[in-house]
């Protein structure tokens, strides 16, 4: 558990941004290979993966209150 809270900055800042790298790259084997199952994996990449790097990226727009 200290591992953990030691790098929880390289576990919520870098795993987002590879769950999206990782999500073209199975979208690409998946239009090579002709594989359904890896552009299934490759939208759970995204769908996990963008909307937390969304929330870590600093120019995102600031809702008016």
């Known amino acids: 558990m200290d591992y953990?809270?030691?790098?929880?900055?390289?576990?919520v800042t870098h795993v987002p941004?590879?769950?999206?790298?990782?999500s073209?790259?199975?979208?690409l084997i998946a239009m090579?290979?002709?594989k359904r199952e890896w552009?299934?994996?490759?939208?759970?990449?995204?769908v996990v993966g963008a909307p937390r790097g969304y929330r870590k990226c600093?120019?995102?727009p600031i809702p008016m209150a």
């Open 39 to 46: 552009h299934s994996a490759g939208m759970l990449c995204l």
């Open 58 to 60: 600093p120019n995102r």
């Open 32 to 34: 090579i290979a002709k």
């Open 24 to 27: 073209f790259i199975f979208d």
């Open 4 to 11: 953990i809270l030691k790098n929880l900055h390289y576990i």
């Open 17 to 22: 941004i590879a769950l999206l790298v990782f």
